[in-house]
């Protein structure tokens, strides 16, 4: 069983403000996706990385997934309100997922 | 596209009842999977399906069962509910990795 390990369990923050988030492994993913999980609601795909060292940017949001594939960041630039949420990153494993305990970002105007 | 649609939205049974938590995908995924949610434990998966016919179990499958006979259709059934199952249950689907998923707007069941 692939452990994730998230950091940190809880942010919070200013609107204006940048955030990093942290997911690791002791081993290889396979691939690494993160979510947002708003309240009362299912996680919302955010962005999926495969290849060692990519890059993915989403608006404000940037992801990187490590050389060696065994770790993986999330980064906030410029927080808005609308940020706030649980961020997931989840290991798949060809159809058997793993969790990171999540990363609640709380965005204060 | 309706997406991953669960129901019902909420559930109060007895302890020693039995029910059925319904999930549909109309997005033609191969990939679907139950999962709980509870406060400090996180998301954990009970049991997933990587096509019809095919089913196996994850980290917590004990008390829940799973048949997947359509692509369509993947119901969890609880067969004698206890109050440890007090919980919120997501299902998801995928085309596939390492496609991501697509989340239902989960089942609130209390177990009393």
């Known amino acids: 069983t692939q452990l994730l390990e998230q950091s940190p369990q809880f942010l919070s923050i200013q609107e204006g403000e940048n955030l990093t988030v942290y997911c690791n492994s002791s081993s290889v993913f396979s691939s690494l996706q993160w979510y947002r999980q708003e309240p009362g609601e299912g996680p919302v795909l955010l962005v999926t990385?495969?290849?060692?060292?990519e890059v993915k940017k989403l608006k404000r949001l940037t992801f990187q997934f490590g050389d060696a594939r065994k770790d993986s960041s999330l980064h906030i630039t410029a927080a808005q309100t609308g940020d706030t949420g649980l961020y997931l990153c989840i290991s798949d494993s060809w159809g058997k997922l793993q969790f990171g305990a999540g990363t609640q970002v709380v965005v204060t105007p | 596209n309706a997406g991953v649609t669960q129901t019902p939205k909420f559930q109060v049974l007895k302890t020693g009842q039995s029910m059925t938590l319904q999930c549909a995908q109309d997005m033609n995924h191969e990939y679907m999977s139950w999962y709980r949610q509870d406060p400090g434990m996180g998301l954990r998966l009970i049991h997933y399906?990587?096509?019809?016919?095919?089913?196996d179990q994850g980290e917590v499958p004990n008390g829940y069962n799973v048949s997947r006979s359509t692509t369509e259709d993947f119901p969890l059934r609880l067969l004698s509910a206890a109050p440890s199952q007090t919980s919120v249950y997501f299902c998801?689907?995928?085309?596939?990795?390492?496609?991501?998923?697509?989340f239902g707007s989960g089942t609130r069941l209390t177990v009393v």
């Open positions: 998801a689907s995928s085309p596939g990795s390492p496609s991501g998923y697509t």
């Open positions: 990385v495969v290849t060692g060292g």
């Open positions: 399906s990587v096509g019809a016919g095919i089913t």
